[in-house]
């Protein structure tokens, strides 16, 4: 009975998402964010980071959908604040993640799961969803099968993926074409008449060196001030910002504390153009040995163990896996190596 129930929360879940456009003129879509924005992420919460942004892009962690501590009614309790946010946005996109199960973190109990992108544009009146990975009961599965599926978007799903763009559904509003003419809202081009895009043409520029910061990012600057600098970025939590690098990888910076006037207190980067004293992502574990002068390997049976150096300004990190530096980072000097790790291991992926 448990898992009917379960099961039932995703089969109305998914099949009302893909219905709300049912009748309208369908073409496939592939899931990509058409928007250039920033993807605010909030985890299981509604604690939007930027509430006031348009286009409005966010992501949703939702695995823990569980009936013995009643995730499932926890995860209820939280949608209306989700929907309410959404809907006076003229530009809105949301990819989630979605676990159901008897109990929690239980692989034999696992009822659904499914990863899902949604957007919508009053401008165009446009809007899409896309699934993938979805199972039923711990089996991969076929979401046409569940109860409610519209027929008319069948031909655009297999093998547990696919998705849908319904054109002329969502009701246009006259405010969003104007302010679509005024700024454009799309990474490039736009549904329905570009070629959509996950916003990598708003990638930075990696390269420079390592010292007080990484690429414009510098140690005690607020939130407010990198945002100013380097623009929105790429990715969005209360703590942290991300900003994806043209060639691959990414600049991340952690905050002291939540709001613009959180303060930086690490900054970390894959990207190999950056140089830590002559040491870059990719580079022998040796090289670093050799490059460093005063290096420990911070301790701790699981998670991070990166190479430290403490300075007077700065705390320089190298994080190392199988004999390959597989990042550089500077961290205030105060922070200690408990929370060096602790904030490593919370770094958003």
Request: proline share 6%.
């Given at each position: 009975?448990?898992?009917?129930?379960?099961?039932?929360?995703?089969?109305?879940?998914?099949?009302?998402?893909?219905?709300?456009?049912?009748?309208?003129?369908?073409?496939?879509?592939?899931?990509?964010?058409?928007?250039?924005?920033?993807?605010?992420?909030?985890?299981?919460?509604?604690?939007?980071?930027?509430?006031?942004?348009?286009?409005?892009?966010?992501?949703?962690?939702?695995?823990?959908?569980?009936?013995?501590?009643?995730?499932?009614?926890?995860?209820?309790?939280?949608?209306?604040?989700?929907?309410?946010?959404?809907?006076?946005?003229?530009?809105?996109?949301?990819?989630?993640?979605?676990?159901?199960?008897?109990?929690?973190?239980?692989?034999?109990?696992?009822?659904?799961?499914?990863?899902?992108?949604?957007?919508?544009?009053?401008?165009?009146?446009?809007?899409?969803?896309?699934?993938?990975?979805?199972?039923?009961?711990?089996?991969?599965?076929?979401?046409?099968?569940?109860?409610?599926?519209?027929?008319?978007?069948?031909?655009?799903?297999?093998?547990?993926?696919?998705?849908?763009r319904a054109d002329n559904e969502v009701p246009l509003d006259p405010n969003c074409v104007a302010k679509a003419k005024e700024k454009n809202p799309y990474a490039t081009g736009g549904?329905?008449?570009?070629?959509?895009?996950?916003?990598?043409?708003?990638?930075?520029?990696?390269?420079?060196?390592?010292?007080?910061?990484?690429?414009?990012?510098?140690?005690?600057?607020?939130?407010?001030?990198?945002?100013?600098?380097?623009?929105?970025?790429?990715?969005?939590?209360?703590?942290?910002?991300?900003?994806?690098?043209?060639?691959?990888?990414?600049?991340?910076?952690?905050?002291?504390?939540?709001?613009?006037?959180?303060?930086?207190?690490?900054?970390?980067?894959?990207?190999?153009?950056?140089?830590?004293?002559?040491?870059?992502?990719?580079?022998?574990?040796?090289?670093?040995?050799?490059?460093?002068?005063?290096?420990?390997?911070?301790?701790?049976?699981?998670?991070?163990?990166?190479?430290?150096?403490?300075?007077?300004?700065?705390?320089?990190?190298?994080?190392?896996?199988?004999?390959?530096?597989?990042?550089?980072?500077?961290?205030?000097?105060?922070?200690?190596?408990?929370?060096?790790?602790?904030?490593?291991?919370?770094?958003?992926?």
């Open positions: 009975m448990r898992r009917a129930i379960a099961t039932g929360v995703a089969a109305v879940a998914l099949a009302a998402a893909l219905s709300q456009t049912a009748g309208a003129q369908v073409a496939g879509y592939d899931g990509k964010n058409p928007f250039a924005c920033t993807l605010q992420q909030l985890g299981g919460g509604t604690d939007f980071p930027e509430p006031d942004a348009d286009p409005f892009c966010v992501e949703y962690d939702k695995r823990h959908q569980n009936v013995t501590q009643l995730g499932v009614v926890e995860f209820l309790s939280k949608e209306p604040a989700r929907v309410a946010a959404a809907g006076p946005k003229c530009f809105y996109f949301q990819r989630d993640h979605w676990v159901g199960s008897i109990v929690q973190g239980n692989q034999q109990t696992q009822t659904y799961a499914w990863d899902g992108s949604y957007y919508y544009d009053k401008s165009k009146g446009t809007g899409g969803v896309y699934v993938e990975n979805f199972s039923l009961n711990g089996q991969s599965g076929d979401p046409t099968q569940l109860p409610g599926f519209p027929a008319q978007y069948r031909p655009y799903f297999s093998e547990g993926r696919g998705g849908v549904p329905g008449g570009g070629s959509g895009g996950s916003g990598s043409d708003r990638c930075r520029v990696p390269g420079g060196q390592v010292d007080r910061g990484i690429g414009g990012i510098r140690l005690g600057q607020t939130r407010a001030s990198v945002r100013k600098t380097l623009g929105p970025p790429t990715k969005e939590s209360l703590r942290w910002v991300t900003y994806c690098m043209t060639g691959g990888g990414r600049l991340v910076a952690a905050f002291t504390k939540r709001g613009n006037d959180g303060r930086v207190v690490l900054v970390l980067t894959n990207a190999r153009p950056f140089d830590l004293r002559g040491i870059r992502t990719g580079d022998a574990t040796s090289k670093a040995h050799q490059r460093l002068q005063g290096e420990y390997r911070m301790s701790g049976d699981r998670g991070h163990r990166p190479l430290a150096v403490r300075e007077q300004r700065q705390l320089l990190l190298v994080g190392t896996f199988h004999g390959r530096v597989q990042f550089v980072a500077v961290a205030k000097p105060a922070l200690a190596d408990d929370g060096v790790k602790t904030l490593l291991n919370q770094m958003p992926r």
